[in-house]
């Protein structure tokens, strides 16, 4: 049963130290998503990858936030330094794209970040 | 502006009894529509999507949505409610200014609850 792993499933740290998520696509996928939810915002996209190469970052934080592919089997979201108002939930999702076709993002169980 | 609006943050329904869950939607051009859930503490799960044909689409565990162009909307629908069914439900459509990106429009979510 192929599925999206994140680690950690829950941080809590303190304000001003580095956090990093980890996520693993399912094998195949080519593209990869980072979101962030809370109740006030919903669900933001920060990141987006295609083929490894991002393609759009434009909902995140350039100046704190950081999204990589290093290579097709880990997607890594970093924030540095973090903040109390980076607290939420981060999820990742990957999926596979072809020329037109629209399919679905496949979601993990969520990076549960609490900064103090 | 494209937008998804998801008019009810809460539905209460009896179990047994049918479910409507609302999206309407705000785009230019054909709208890709699509319907998640999220069941507590877990990540997003696709239900189903609309991209073109029959205005009914089914999806997984039993529910459907139809899409309606004159009203703009793409409503959730169950002809008989379970008591699982309890959940976040979100409703997103493609951001069409995103050229050939995957990238979504998400609605802030409607918490469904199905009472025994």
């Known amino acids: 049963d192929a599925r999206v792993t994140q680690t950690p499933r829950h941080k809590v740290t303190e304000m001003g130290q580095e956090v990093t998520m980890r996520c693993q696509p399912i094998?195949?996928?080519?593209?990869v998503f980072w979101y962030r939810q809370t109740m006030m915002q919903g669900l933001e996209l920060l990141a987006y990858f295609r083929n490894r190469a991002p393609l759009d970052d434009s909902g995140m934080p350039k100046d704190r936030f950081s999204a990589e592919m290093p290579d097709a089997t880990l997607a890594t979201l970093k924030i540095q330094p973090s903040e109390p108002r980076d607290s939420a939930v981060y999820f990742c999702?990957?999926?596979?794209?072809?020329?037109?076709?629209?399919?679905?993002?496949?979601f993990g169980p969520g990076t549960r970040l609490t900064v103090l | 502006a494209q937008s998804v609006a998801q008019p009810e943050d809460q539905v209460n329904v009896a179990e047994g009894n049918p479910l409507t869950v609302k999206c309407t939607y705000s785009v230019s051009g054909n709208p890709y529509l699509f319907w998640y859930v999220q069941y507590p503490n877990r990540g997003l799960q696709f239900l189903l999507k609309?991209?073109?044909?029959d205005n009914l689409v089914k999806g997984s565990y039993g529910f459907e949505a139809e899409f309606n162009k004159s009203q703009t909307s793409f409503h959730l629908k169950k002809p008989s409610a379970l008591v699982s069914d309890s959940a976040l439900y979100f409703c997103?459509?493609?951001?069409?200014?995103?050229?050939?990106?995957?990238?979504?429009?998400w609605g802030l979510g409607t918490s469904l609850a199905v009472n025994p």
């Open positions: 609309y991209i073109t044909g």
């Open positions: 999702a990957s999926g596979f794209e072809r020329t037109q076709e629209y399919n679905e993002q496949f």
């Open positions: 997103a459509v493609r951001d069409i200014n995103a050229g050939n990106n995957r990238k979504l429009i």
């Open positions: 094998l195949g996928h080519n593209t």
